[in-house]
């Protein structure tokens, strides 16, 4: 998935093991993904909802699509490094009222945050937005490509260990909706432990990029100068799931006559 070597794949966590050790109960598998496609002049689709219901702790949710050196290499290092770092996150007081986090950690923060979502998208709907060179440079340099933006939020409600998937294809305005040249654009929002990150990743450039406000949204990635924590207002559960779908307060949909919806949520459970 990342590497891209040969390698024997091994069963790769979609939430970190030592996560759960501080969770009170086990949450149980939940997961929505939607999306968006123009699909004539006149008509902007949704793409059909999935919700996807699993027996058991989300912490068994499991890929087989890493590669053992990946997994037991920079993916096992980059979370023993991180660690810490969420505790601080996630801690219910700070000394003095505030913590600050370097570039560095910061980095690392969005490092950690991207490889889980797109651990995520995996378990999700089985894609690769990032495709793989992006994801290979990514594997030997733990910096987040160019084209990907990291949030983070504190977090007050129900959820806890929910992520959530929206998936968007974007035409230029000025081009025709059949050429062909589209740019996939992916959101995920992962909530734990009373916290919420959102990592958007882009496949091309021209997407318009868009702001969250500041007062409770922090942008990790990417960051220009060390950042103080926490924020000073807390997000909803409705805000956290959100988050992946108002579109339409950044991105120019187009002037269509017809928007099809695809229905209601598809649910759909596993074993």
Not at 46 to 67: D, F, M, W, Y
Not at 162 to 189: K, M, N, P, Y
Request: with cysteine.
């Amino acid at each position: 998935m990342f590497c891209g070597g040969p390698g024997p794949m091994t069963k790769e966590h979609a939430w970190p093991q030592w996560l759960g050790r501080a969770a009170e109960v086990e949450p149980l598998q939940h997961s929505l993904t939607s999306g968006f496609s123009r699909t004539a002049d006149d008509a902007l689709s949704e793409l059909p909802n999935q919700a996807v219901h699993k027996q058991g702790s989300v912490l068994t949710s499991r890929i087989r699509e890493v590669c053992a050196a990946c997994n037991n290499g920079w993916m096992s290092r980059l979370e023993v490094r991180v660690r810490p770092l969420l505790e601080r996150l996630w801690a219910p007081a700070y000394p003095l009222g505030s913590s600050w986090f370097n570039t560095s950690e910061l980095t690392l923060l969005s490092s950690w945050a991207t490889k889980t979502a797109w651990v995520r998208e995996r378990v999700a709907d089985r894609t690769n937005t990032a495709d793989s060179d992006v994801r290979q440079a990514f594997a030997q340099s733990l910096l987040p490509p160019e084209l990907t933006a990291v949030w983070v939020a504190r977090h007050q409600g129900d959820y806890d260990f929910a992520a959530f998937h929206t998936s968007i294809e974007v035409t230029h305005r000025d081009q025709d909706w059949s050429t062909g040249e589209r740019r996939s654009v992916r959101l995920c929002s992962l909530v734990f432990h009373g916290l919420v990150f959102l990592v958007r990743t882009d496949s091309g450039t021209g997407v318009p990029a868009f702001a969250l406000p500041e007062e409770s949204w922090l942008q990790l990635w990417p960051h220009r100068h060390p950042m103080p924590w926490p924020p000073s207002r807390t997000v909803t559960d409705d805000e956290s799931y959100l988050v992946t779908k108002a579109l339409q307060n950044w991105l120019t949909l187009p002037a269509t006559a017809q928007f099809h919806r695809s229905g209601d949520w598809q649910h759909r459970s596993q074993n």
